[in-house]
């Protein structure tokens, strides 16, 4: 079964209108404001963002913001706990006529990937438990990037951060597995699930359009190559976000109902492809390669997709 | 006391090039300090950082008000309104410039009132390392040979400040080199250790209650980010040949700020006040529609 | 109206109801957990026409709360104790939000270790969040206060959450009778929650809680705080006396009890006031000249009332059930540095720590407070922080860690 878009099919169907203006404070080059960008392309501007403490806090910084929509900060911890707030109040307030039906917004959750994998998971599971209606936009950066870049549950095996370097004891950064967020999430069977990639817009726009069919939580897990973070030059944003696609290290899924269905079938480029891009793997290859390091991450990579084509069979 | 303050880019190294003179002259037995002023901003946005130094123990903190030498990491910070790269800058000061331009017409460009010496640092380093990147060693350098400290503590402070960045040694000695060259061809103007000024006078001022919309952090205008120029985060600038296009919008789709827009004939095109200069287009235009060029010194778009 | 017997945590629940609240994200807690158990019961009835929602922790329900009221819900929630402290950080950020809502707090002692009766270290812990505090002694006053909390949260002068304290146990799980207002009466006292500064919707977008970078900008909002908090002293007077008007009684920002002719003066709050009250009457009767000076709003700090009600005084002793480990009692500290200036400040201030871990405070003890606040006055020098704490208690301790370390049970 091959999965195809219905909507989205060609470029020139992106939405020319924004929703995420120009002029924030984030990074030059940041893949995670891409895929925002594109994410509100379809979201528009109903929307009221509760956001976790992360890059993207800096997007409303006094008396600025980029968006055309609401916003709201909230902790680290308990963004989609407001979600909840705001999503309850706004149907009690419709309810009881306070607010009229016609100036309803979505409640989009932001956060990054610490606050996602780590500190908020108890709210988050809360809420999907509790089958609130919300989007949840997580960006990405496999590390805690707006302190500096440092080890999360997020960072893929062999990453070095600033709190896991390469040591004598570690000489391939982090020896653990990245967490897997979008299972934890599957488990709870929400209606709606997907990962994305900026430099896959029509998959990402596709996802977004499909999502709203949906109520109750959409998980949306969306690739934020990161230069400050990953050590690239801010124009390789697209090549890391590509590579690590067709390397097959992010996959781009849905799940519907908790069926997963895979997006796109990546050409398995070797992961060396990938890691050689970015600072944060140099150690891998120099000042000596670090083979059984990187066999370890492209062995991951063939077991998953092993798997997935047993499951899904290949097309 | 002798007092330091970098202006620089999110990335261009201010911090460390505070750190490398704050160290040298540490070495050489003086007191000194180094700070950072962290921010929302990100790299490529404005930042500062500074540097203390005197013979005896230093009684002050903080961010610098009124600079012995002004440091500018990138010329296109002295229009910024952002950087404050004028801030307590008078006749005395002394304000280094990395610029490609000769410091008299950096001066006139600048319209600076203190006392202005440049170097093509940009250029050094694009010639040197062939890539754009981190200044910081040469900052470094040409800041303590305008503080009035050693070729051989700079060299020593370079080393430990980047080995502190996990930088190899091969890369290390690089810069040193690059460095030390930077320190021996700045055009030196004699800075002069300002001595105590009275403190200029204030107003205390008494805030009254606002109403809790105008009281509390909160935007009710936005989206109103455009306000803000992102020209000065560019140290190259995209420029679409029209000519090479084949409409595809994979520009206008990629481009992390939306400052690609579709004009009516369906043809991208870029807004630079709005661009930081990622170059993300660049990569993602296959038909090399889009090419890079070097942001003109010191002038704004 | 007639009264009915009631629990403090029924009380609370009353006010809620009372307020016509609209939402009541919740969590439970021991001793609080009974006020969401009744606002589920009448949630689910239709007796409250509000969402009830129980979230994961109650950083979440805070969370949850002040969202709620940024987006325009008149809110009500409830914890307690270590539930607090778990939500300490979303305190300061609702605050900052400039939401009005209630927030009831059931006082219990802090762990470790961990306990379930009542002191105020938790309460007190939030006194710098911005929350307003106002502390009930009984359970009347804990349904009044939690009308009177709304009328001036939701005040365009204030705009701040409230806390109504009240104790775990001897409040919380105690009965006594309570006239219930009327809720017509009601509606003329709280008008509809129509707030010009919150809600999020299409046709007007609004960024709340945006970053802000730069300490001037940060110190303006941050005083904005304190400002809006001060208002609060004038808005709960005219609170209170409409309160009187339209119920029949008054609630002052402090009690006092006979205190006209007291040259000796407790200080006390929340339910073990009354305790200090029998003591008062006790002592009066013995020929002492003491009153009770009832602490009921702690934020904003009414300290003008303060100085005009303690000055002149021989001898004050200030009753903390609580304790700020390596500085003693939390608001002998307030009342000390309010009584500064005061010309005629009292001779001695004296502090006293008692009923942590809702330890009780006997007659005793009030006789031994008074005596050695008699004795402070005269000679002119405070004394404290003094524990409240029996030899027959600590015999009683002495046992226990004979038990726990001392006697081998063989096995």
Known sequence: ?315 | ?301 | MTAEMMTGNLAAAWGARLADVDYVPAFPITPQTEIVETLAKWCGSGSLNARFVTLDSEHSMMTAAGAAAATGARVFTATSSQGLLHAFEVLYTVAGWRVPLVLVNVSRALASPITLEPDHNDVLAARDCGFLQLHAETCQEVVDSILLAYRIAEDARVCLPVMVNLDGFVLSFTREPVTLPDPEVVKQFLPPFRPAHLGFTASAPRSLGTAVFGGATYSYFRHQLHLASLNGLRVYEEAAADFERLFGRRYDPVEQYRMDDAEDVLVMTNAFASKGKAAVDAARAQGRRVGLLRLRMIRPWPAETIQHALQGRRAVAVVDQNLSPGQGGILFQEIAACLYHEALRPRALCSFIGGLGGKNLSEGEFQAIFEQTADAGVRGTGIGPVLLFTESEHREVEQLQFLAHELKTGR
């Not at chain 2, 002259?25 to 003086?30: C, D, S």
């Not at chain 2, 061809?185 to 004699?190: A, D, E, K, L, Y």
Request: some cysteine; proline content about 8%; aromatic content about 8%.
């Open chain 1, 1 to 315: 079964m091959t999965w195809e878009p219905q909507i989205f099919k060609t470029l020139h169907q992106i939405p020319r209108e924004e929703h995420v203006f120009p002029g924030t404070p984030l990074c030059a080059g940041c893949g995670g404001l891409e895929s925002l960008r594109l994410a509100a392309k379809v979201l528009g501007s109903r929307v009221v963002y509760v956001d976790a403490a992360g890059c993207m806090t800096n997007l409303a910084a006094f008396p600025f913001t980029p968006l055309d929509a609401s916003w709201l900060y909230t902790t680290m911890g308990s963004a989609p706990a407001g979600a909840q707030g705001v999503r309850d109040a706004l149907d009690v307030l419709i309810a009881k006529g306070r607010v009229p039906k016609e100036e309803d917004v979505q409640v989009v959750v932001l956060g990054g990937d610490g606050s996602t994998y780590d500190m908020a998971l108890s709210s988050t599971s809360g809420a999907i438990t509790r089958q609130l209606d919300f989007y949840y936009f997580c960006y990405d950066n496999e590390a805690y990037g707006n302190t500096g870049v440092q080890l999360s549950p997020a960072t893929p095996y062999g990453a070095r951060t600033t709190t896991s370097p390469c040591a004598v004891q570690h000489p391939a950064g982090t020896t653990q597995e990245k967490k897997d967020i979008f299972e934890i999430w599957r488990a709870h069977r929400p209606p709606y699930m997907a990962t994305v990639s900026p430099r896959f817009p029509l998959d990402l726009e596709e996802k977004f359009a499909r999502a709203a069919a949906y109520k109750g939580p959409k998980l949306f897990l969306a690739f934020a190559a990161c230069p400050t973070g990953w050590l690239f030059d801010p124009a390789q944003t697209p090549d890391v976000a590509r590579l690590a696609v067709e390397c097959g290290l992010w996959p781009l899924k849905e799940a519907v109902n908790g069926v997963v269905v895979h997006t796109y079938w990546p050409k398995l480029t070797p992961v060396e492809e990938y890691l050689k891009l970015q600072g944060r793997f140099r150690h891998l290859f120099e000042p000596v390669v670090q083979t059984e390091a990187i066999a370890h991450i492209q062995e991951r990579v063939h077991g998953y997709w092993a798997r997935v084509k047993r499951e899904e069979g290949n097309s």
């Open chain 2, 1 to 301: 006391m002798l007092s330091i303050r970098f202006h620089g880019r999110g990335g261009q190294g201010a911090k460390t090039a505070s750190r490398i003179v704050g160290t040298a002259a540490f070495l050489e037995g003086y007191h000194a300090q180094d700070s950072p002023v962290y921010g929302a901003e990100r790299r490529g946005a404005p930042v500062a950082a500074f540097t203390r130094i005197d013979h005896s123990p230093i009684h002050e903190r903080g961010v610098i008000a009124r600079p012995d030498l002004v440091v500018i990491a990138d010329a296109s910070l002295i229009r910024d309104p952002a950087a404050r790269v004028a801030d307590g800058v008078d006749e005395r000061t002394v304000v280094f410039v990395n610029s490609s331009l000769s410091p008299d017409q950096v001066s006139v460009q600048a319209a600076l009132p203190g006392r202005l010496t440049a170097l093509d640092l940009t250029g050094i380093a694009l010639r040197e390392f062939g890539k754009r990147g981190a200044i910081s060693a040469l900052l470094g350098a040409v800041a303590g040979r305008l503080s009035g400290l050693h070729r051989d503590s700079i060299r020593d402070a370079v080393a430990r400040e980047l080995a502190d960045l996990g930088l190899s040694s091969a890369v290390i000695e690089r810069n040193q080199a690059v460095a030390l060259d930077c320190f021996d061809q700045v055009p030196v103007v004699s800075v002069e250790p300002g001595g105590p000024r009275p403190a200029p006078p204030v107003q205390l001022h008494r805030p009254t209650y606002d109403a809790p919309t105008k009281g509390t952090a909160s935007i009710t205008v936005g989206p109103n980010s455009g306000l803000r120029s992102m020209s000065g985060w560019r140290t190259f600038r995209p420029v679409l040949r029209p000519d090479l296009c084949n409409g595809c919008w994979l520009c206008f789709a990629n481009c992390p700020e939306g400052a690609i827009t579709i004009k009516p004939d369906g043809k991208p095109a870029v807004y630079y006040p709005h661009c930081k200069g990622c170059l993300d287009c660049v990569e993602v235009c296959p038909t090399d529609a889009m090419t890079v060029e070097r942001e003109p010194q010191g002038v704004q778009p």
